[in-house]
């Protein structure tokens, strides 16, 4: 938008915001890769431009409701949905785009429809292909947080650097239609210390919740009935309870 001329202090920055209407817009969805396109500009007082982006973005409408699941565009939809692990075979970690697109269509085919990110997160590239496909995903965050799973993993970094991951992962993430949910944590093995789990979940969600308003948070609980999650509160802080394997505990999610 264009307004008056503004005096920062050095140092200093400043959020701009502007609204649009899109009349009658053709929505995203599953199967249905529809996208807009925002070109923006930052101009100078003298018209000059300083700064160009262009920004791919969908409209949808999504809601996770207790009684039904999942809702898309006013249709409750059940998710059929795969992790995927960010390596590509014998590609290891440098993944042509070309092979996500062969593996995403074929696991398509076979009628998979949502995509979790296992267990860090993926390249953006990776995103735009979902949101192109029409392919639901759970964006997730941490694969650790305190506790190591691994003696040179993410833990010796949690403390210091979780915060600024964290709003970072979500400011770049966030105009994806296709990302539905976010994810903090896979089967954290903090969560059997319920005072310093509940800590972090409430710092995360936080940060989730101010970076992302319209995005529930999730995380795939690790051994919930061993470490009472659910009866201690700790599975009552997230948006939406996540649980691994056994089924047969789920009844104590609802």
Known sequence: TKGQPMTLPAGRSVKLSAMAAIANPVRWDIGQGNLYRADLKVLADDGTVLETDSVPFGVRQIAFKADSGFWLNGRNVKLKGVAIHADGGAFGMAVPLSFYERRLRGLMALGVNAIRTAHHPFGPEFLD????????????????WTVAKNPQDYHLFFTDWSSLDARDFVQRDRNHPSVAIWSIGNEIHD???????????????AIFHAQDPT???????????????YRNGLADMLDVVGQNYREGELIQAH
């Open 129 to 144: 292909l979902c949101d192109r496909l029409g392919i639901v995903v759970m964006n997730e965050a941490f694969d650790m």
């Open 191 to 205: 969560t059997p210390y319920p005072i310093v789990a509940k800590s972090i979940i409430e710092r995360l969600t």
């Open 215 to 229: 995005r529930p948070v999730t995380m795939a609980l690790f051994r919930p009935n061993t470490s009472g999650d």
